[in-house]
């Protein structure tokens, strides 16, 4: 079995497969960083992440401002109708 766990990891020609190359590369980024490190970059990703769904994206609002307009608009045709 574990040959059989070697092969997957390998490309056809014997080759580190891109998977194989990420599982060591994260091992290997697991043993020289704290938890700290991660921390930062995860604050990091989500701001990031942030700014692009705050973003025009391409003249469409994001799923957030959608559903808050709604809601106002809604609210505003039952202050009408009362």
């Known amino acids: 079995m574990a040959n059989n766990q070697n092969n997957r990891n390998r490309n ?13 590369g994260g091992e290997a980024t697991s043993r020289n960083h704290d938890r700290d490190f991660y921390e930062e970059i ?3 990703g989500g ?14 609002m994001s799923r ?7 809601g106002e608009a809604r609210s505003r ?3 009408n109708n009362n």
């Open 12 to 24: 056809n020609n014997g080759n580190m497969s891109v998977e194989e190359a990420g599982r060591k």
């Open 42 to 44: 995860g604050q990091k």
């Open 47 to 60: 701001e990031a992440r942030s700014e692009q769904n705050n973003s025009n994206n391409n003249g469409k």
């Open 64 to 70: 957030e401002e959608a559903g808050r307009k709604g």
């Open 77 to 79: 045709q039952r202050n």
